[in-house]
């Protein structure tokens, strides 16, 4: 129970960051411009920073454990089944259909996924396997499939090139780098007056994207009508609801995972969707709504679900 409730402080955190950035917004602080600001420094800088302190500092085969196949298995299922349920019932265009699918599989790792991990399971690290899911995997084909479809045209040169040009995967994989040499010669290979800014600013991508998701609010009204609230209730199901009963299923028949790690699993495969996404939104100017509305009703849901997975299993 005591974990239980060092979680719920956690939501309230970002709670408070985001109403922060809303009422930044409210008093015009930063100027009309300040939530654009904010979602591109944190694209091209902070995160990618963040990304490479965090997989720096962690050993390879904390980054690469076992739990990553359920990761991604119970990510790629739901994201999937948003394609067919959009192409059934939905009819959005590809660009928003990309937003639907991240929404429904992209975990909100970094400002939930940490304080979770540490509260209720006792081990922060059991986050990295699904950073570098994200991070290496989905967030690269989200971005890619955003950039064709926002063009207009499909090169398959771009395509290919297009990897290369996310800050967010060049951050994931040279701290992967990192961490692998730093395994290979047995100590950390970059002083500490180089790696301390990087983390000092990694330190402001979180606030960053919170803030800029809470400017997002001011004038907005979630679920209004004239949104595809469908869309949205489906993308919230398929994240806190269907996702953490998939990951059980793999975790448990498939993967014989029993105690802890099956609790692990289960409990951060509930974690809402990711800022991120909005971010993702934003960066390409479609979604905006739709990505707005399904984090922030997964978000408010998470917690009863999270608080009944612990119910049920730990």
């Known amino acids: 129970m005591l974990g239980l409730l060092s979680a719920m402080q956690g939501f309230c955190i970002i709670g408070i960051v985001i109403f922060v950035g809303y009422i930044a917004s409210r008093y015009r602080i930063g100027g009309p411009t300040a939530q654009m600001v904010l979602n591109r420094y944190s694209f091209f800088v902070t995160s990618p920073c963040l990304m490479f302190a965090v997989m720096?500092?962690?050993?390879?085969?904390?980054?690469?454990h076992p739990s990553i196949i359920i990761a991604f298995f119970s990510a790629a299922i739901v994201g999937g089944l948003f394609v067919v349920l959009n192409k059934m019932f939905f009819h959005m265009n590809a660009a928003d259909t990309t937003i639907g699918a991240l929404n429904s599989l992209y975990l909100n790792s970094n400002n939930i996924g940490l304080p979770v991990a540490t509260y209720i399971l006792g081990n922060p690290a059991l986050v990295a396997p699904i950073l570098v899911m994200q991070q290496a995997l989905f967030t690269p084909i989200g971005l890619t499939t955003l950039d064709v479809t926002t063009k207009g045209k499909f090169s398959l040169k771009a395509v290919l090139r297009q990897p290369l040009h996310q800050p967010l995967l060049i951050g994931s994989l040279s701290?992967?780098?990192?961490?692998?040499?730093?395994?290979?010669?047995?100590?950390?290979?970059?002083?500490?007056?180089?790696?301390?800014?990087?983390?000092?600013?990694?330190?402001?991508?979180?606030?960053?994207?919170?803030?800029?998701?809470?400017?997002?609010?001011?004038?907005?009204?979630?679920?209004?009508?004239?949104?595809?609230?469908?869309?949205?209730?489906?993308?919230?199901?398929?994240?806190?609801?269907?996702?953490?009963?998939?990951a059980f299923i793999i975790a448990y028949f498939f993967m014989g995972f029993r105690g802890m790690e099956l609790y692990g699993c289960v409990v951060l495969a509930a974690l809402p969707t990711g800022q991120n996404v909005y971010n993702y939104a934003a960066r390409y100017n479609v979604g905006l709504t739709f990505a707005r509305d399904g984090i922030l009703v997964s978000t408010i849901t998470s917690p009863l679900i999270i608080a009944i997975i612990a119910a049920v299993l730990s």
Do not use: C, E, W
């Open 56 to 64: 720096a500092k962690q050993p390879l085969r904390v980054i690469f």
């Open 175 to 246: 701290g992967i780098l990192i961490s692998a040499i730093t395994a290979y010669s047995g100590h950390f290979i970059i002083p500490d007056f180089l790696f301390k800014p990087i983390d000092m600013i990694g330190d402001s991508a979180v606030p960053m994207i919170l803030m800029a998701f809470g400017m997002s609010l001011r004038g907005s009204q979630p679920m209004r009508k004239g949104t595809n609230r469908r869309a949205t209730v489906t993308v919230v199901m398929l994240k806190n609801v269907i996702m953490p009963i998939i």
